[in-house]
């Protein structure tokens, strides 16, 4: 069992940067890969970025591809999403996803457990 908890949200200009935390309480954390999703108001959750259980292989959606950096730390339970050119259209609230069943990133089913989300809006 692994319960996982974002932090770092917050309200930010357009272009500025922010980095968000997923901290997990749980032996398995290292043994699982992770994935971040967000959700906007009025639409279905989207994938956003994945890694590995060792993080050396990362995976991104198009839409954040060369902005967004995920990473993680599993010494310290904590993965990462750093986030820079935010534009308006990354308003969302961003949620940590992580589980044993995950086959490929993007697909949401594979992930057993989820954090309560933080919210990130990028005023234009």
Known sequence: QVQLVESGGGLVQAGESLRLSCAASGRAFSTYPLGWFRQAPGKEREFVAGINRAGAVTYYADSVKGRFTISRDNAKKTAYLQMSSLKPEDTAIYYCAAGPRV???????GYDY???GTQVTVSS
């Open 114 to 116: 989820w954090g309560l």
């Open 103 to 109: 086959t490929t990133f993007d697909s949401a089913r």
